[in-house]
């Protein structure tokens, strides 16, 4: 597959509201979005160094992959989310290698991004996002 760089890390945080002031007073960098995405049962905060992204994640559910995460890791980085100009054909090349995805097809994502997960026991325990610029 042909990647271009990396979109953005994913940072779980049990709060964003704890979570963003580190990430202006002390980094320096810029929150420029809060998003809330209904069917992760995530909120979303985004930050931009370069032309990568800082996406902090907050469940809104106990349930949520990311509070499932937190509990079973703690605080930390949960995804990194590379560039890609087709995930339809990156998914179909990293499936044709064996590798095991979390999502068959590209679905939507924060910030209107397509995206698809491929599964973090195939990464050697990254999970790793696909995204593209929807057209
Ligand atoms: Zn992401």
Do not use: W
Not at 31 to 37: F, G, K, N, Q
Request: glycine share 8%; proline share 3%.
């Amino acid at each position: 597959m042909e990647l271009t760089h990396i979109e953005h890390l994913g940072i779980a945080v049990k709060s964003l509201e704890e979570a963003i002031p580190y990430y202006e007073n002390i980094l320096g960098l810029k929150c420029y979005a809060i998003e809330e995405v209904a069917d992760q049962k995530v909120k979303t905060a985004f930050f931009k160094i370069g032309q990568t992204k800082i996406e902090l994640l907050e469940s809104t559910s106990p349930e949520g992959t990311i509070a499932q995460f937190i509990e079973k890791k703690g605080e930390g980085i949960h995804h990194i989310a590379f560039a890609t100009s087709s995930v339809k054909d990156a998914l179909a090349d990293a499936e044709s290698k064996g590798v095991r995805l979390i999502d068959k097809a590209p679905r939507k994502g924060a910030e209107g991004l397509s995206i698809a997960f491929l599964h973090p026991k195939s990464t050697m325990g990254v999970l790793t996002e696909l995204c593209q610029k929807s057209e």
